[in-house]
């Protein structure tokens, strides 16, 4: 499975950041899509989550403010987050699991501004 993601950049306080990742390369839709982020000096945090049935789940750094959706027809997911704040700077990676494997892209920076 290949992940491509698009989205990111430099964002003001108080924005919305739109990310999108497609996954391509395997005739199974993977069972969950979703994002990590990276934060210089932190480990790695789960952002959100969703399954192929439309279960998600947020970390709670990003609860009531994140928005994760999937296209199943193009296996494609979705993140929007709004209000950002200068603590969601981080490099965001798009991930995908299929039974037994996951899978990583590569990231995209986000800049939050203050």
């Known amino acids: 499975v290949q992940l491509q993601a698009s989205g990111g950049g430099l964002v003001q306080a108080g924005g919305s950041l739109r990310l999108s990742c497609a996954a391509s390369?395997?005739?199974?839709?993977?069972?969950?899509m979703g994002w990590y982020r990276q934060a210089p000096g932190k480990e790695r945090e789960m952002v959100a989550l969703?399954?192929?049935?439309?279960?998600?789940i947020y970390s709670d750094s990003v609860e009531g403010r994140g928005t994760i959706s999937r296209d199943n027809a193009k296996d494609t997911v979705f993140l929007q987050i709004d209000s950002l704040k200068p603590e969601d700077t981080a490099v965001y990676s798009c991930?995908?699991?299929?039974?037994?494997?996951?899978?990583w892209g590569q990231g995209t920076q986000v800049t939050v501004s203050s």
């Open positions: 991930y995908a699991y299929t039974p037994g494997r996951a899978y």
């Open positions: 969703i399954s192929n049935v439309d279960s998600t």
């Open positions: 390369g395997s005739s199974v839709s993977p069972n969950i």
